[in-house]
């Protein structure tokens, strides 16, 4: 026999986890619609050079070939580890026959080869949104892109939820202004900070001065709080232009987002976020569920200012959100924040009495679908009633609709409610009514 | 600059297009649905030996690797070609915490990496449903995958498909019954009929006896014919039992189908269809497009008696059923059978008139959304008036609102419509009528 074990990485669900994340990608799927965003698939596969760059490590990226090679396909395909990077390659393809400023949403998998570890999954979706303009995208592209996000958070059911935002100009300018040369080195200690006590031993390895030291703290000190007017007013101190332009850049998203009546609890500055793969050049956003204790990020937004450089002279700046769906849902399932599991989509179990009422039973389980109500027939009348009723109550489905000889006589239908075993019966032609019958039953 | 030529076989689409794919997919899944089917997703890649057998061509099979190769990883994976040999790993896999019978839905992609032709991509969508249970599936499963297929298709505004009915037993029933001993010799040649003038020829090659050919000829006549008791009689004159018992199942499907209220005309009882893959084992159903002139299957139904047997002695008997979409979507568009395109899923662009008005205009867009109608803002203010319109008009949005100075002074919103560029203005506190001010508007 082979081998059935799971891959290590790969996602396999259960029937009634599978529902939880389909009610998650319509919750998206119809905020992502509503805000105008066009759906946009891409192939998961691409060739090699349109994925590889600089900024990846190449280790992490699947490699696809056939086993038996056409001299014309001696083409090296690699599978997606995002959904932007082949997105970069289509506007760019495509551009003569998109309208721009371009609005995409795609819910879709992604592999990467990287170690399996908890919540990091070889095999991923991702749901991201995408708004691509030519040359120049107002600023305004950036509060715009956190509506969508906000509503299906709050939608999905889950409340504790912080959008940190952060202007990375801001976090470097910073750094600058008090007399700090080795940015890149400072600003990967202070994106340890949450998984260390304290980060002052490493920035004294660095060399710094005392002063330095205490400014960073307290930048950080700043950044823990949920008070984003006193994250912005810190920076008010330095008389700095640059400074000053960038600080304003960050609270005119800040005020947008509030004009967007997104409420004041949901957003954070965070002057400490930053992100330092190299096609990140702007404003980073991060969302982070409250109360966990450690700092998983499950939604993330990034502007670009040329992601297509690798494709075109033509510059094509770029504002991208994605929610990390699988993430997100293996960290609310392990909280106990998703709702306790419906094992399946039924509504109604219709008993297969026998084959002789096979088309009487056939005709209520049409009528009941056209009233949109999903119904079952059980497959087999010559399994017994307590058979079948077993079936509906391991698959939790919540009731039973009987019609044999006895109702037949009668002109009349039986529903049970599984949870409480009460029964009742109604004349065949007010099956119209059966949703006023649910809630009859006790 | 990096090749973003198009790969072979890969489709891309626009955004247009895509509006459509996704239309197609909702459909199917409402009609999945509500016929009792689970969705369940599995991942994209399995172990070498999971999808290797007998009956597949591994040349058409992609390898997936790491370029860095861990130790523990030395384990081939292959893209998954179907979506339903995975599954039989699954339900193995899974089997303590599956509700038997198992139904499931699944809409995805596979990966072959056949030579692309029309219609034959090596990437492409396909939508399944499963009905598995264990040892024993009664008949009646075969009437019932049937019935969401039958509803799909309707509703897809395709009204023009066949469904074609055959059990395979029946076929080499019959020619053993008429004294042929090389039945996959001759079931090969009948399966060339529709790409040929004649088959009488390649039978009089087989060294077949000029009645046996006349019986396959009578035979093939028939199931030309749009007669399904036809089909069914010509086999009742042979006095063979296991024909009879064969027929008898046909039949039993038959008449099961209409009791599920199939109207008769898309379902045809076609004793010349078959499918020589070796695990499917009882009956084949094949979909054609009427007015096609090459018959390419749109959606396909086999039945097989034990696919989970690579994994396990226990015996899984099985009915799948699927659309294969990325085809349909191609055949049908190819038809033009598809509604001409909507570009944008956008009912409404309201016009960016000036920062100053920009809440005022926001709350418009967030009024509209919490009414379910899908609004875009334009995104940038600074940009002309007859350039937002262009925009709306390129995308095909069908209106334009209006709010700038003039009309904030009026307490009212303009609304043109720019088809016909009628435009009409209403009072803001009227926002809520704005579904029948649409009706309004030639």
């Given at each position: 026999m082979q081998n059935i074990k799971p891959l290590s990485g790969f996602l396999e669900k259960l029937p009634e986890e599978q529902i939880i994340e389909e009610k998650f990608k319509e919750i998206i799927t119809k905020n992502y619609s509503l805000s105008w965003f066009t759906p946009l698939d891409t192939p998961a596969i691409e060739r090699v050079e349109t994925l590889t760059?600089?900024?990846?490590?190449?280790?992490?990226i699947y490699w696809v070939s056939r086993l038996k090679w056409d001299k014309e396909e001696e083409i090296s395909l690699w599978l997606r580890f995002d959904l932007t990077v082949p997105l970069a390659r289509y506007v760019v393809q495509h551009e003569w026959k998109l309208n721009f400023p371009f609005r995409r949403q795609h819910i879709s998998k992604s592999w990467r080869g990287e170690r399996a570890q908890k919540w990091r999954y070889r095999e991923f979706y991702q749901a991201d949104i995408d708004i691509i303009w030519e040359e120049k995208l107002p600023l305004f592209a950036d509060t715009e892109v956190l509506f969508p996000i906000y509503k299906t958070l709050k939608e999905i059911?889950?409340?504790?939820f912080v959008i940190n935002i952060n202007n990375r100009k801001l976090l470097s300018g910073f750094l600058t202004e008090i007399g700090i040369t080795n940015t890149l080195e400072v600003i990967s200690v202070i994106d340890k900070k949450d998984k260390v006590k304290s980060i002052e031993p490493m920035l004294e390895e660095l060399n710094l001065e005392k002063k330095q030291i205490e400014s960073i703290l307290e930048l950080i000190n700043v950044s823990e709080e949920l008070n984003s007017r006193k994250a912005l007013s810190?920076?008010?101190?330095?008389?700095?232009e640059l400074l000053k332009e960038w600080l304003s850049e960050l609270s005119y998203t800040y005020e947008n987002l509030l004009t967007y009546?997104?409420?004041?609890?949901?957003i954070k500055i965070n002057p400490a976020i930053s992100r330092?793969?190299?096609?990140?050049?702007w404003m980073v956003f991060e969302t982070f569920i409250?109360?966990?204790?450690w700092l998983w990020s499950i939604s993330s937004w990034w502007r670009y200012e040329n992601l297509c450089s690798n494709f075109t002279d033509k510059k094509f700046p770029w504002v991208w959100w994605s929610i990390w769906l699988s993430r997100l849902i293996g960290v609310l399932d392990s909280l106990w924040k998703?709702?306790?599991?419906?094992?399946?989509?039924?509504e109604i179990l219709v008993l297969n009495t026998s084959e002789d009422l096979l088309k009487e039973n056939l005709k209520i389980v049409k009528e009941l679908k056209e009233m949109w109500i999903s119904t079952e027939l059980f497959?087999?009348?010559?399994?017994?009633f307590a058979k079948q009723i077993k079936y509906a109550d391991n698959k939790k489905i919540p009731y039973v609709m009987i019609f044999w000889e006895n109702e037949k006589e009668k002109n009349i239908f039986a529903l049970k409610k599984?949870?409480?075993w009460e029964q009742k019966t109604f004349a065949i032609?007010?099956?119209?009514?059966v949703k006023e019958v649910f809630k009859d039953i006790n």
């Open positions: 760059s600089k900024w990846w490590d190449d280790n992490e059911d889950f409340w504790d810190f920076f008010e101190k330095f008389d700095n009546w997104v409420e004041e609890k949901y330092w793969l190299n096609y990140y050049t409250v109360w966990a204790e998703i709702e306790p599991h419906k094992k399946t989509i039924t497959l087999d009348w010559t399994r017994k599984l949870e409480t032609k007010e099956l119209s009514k």
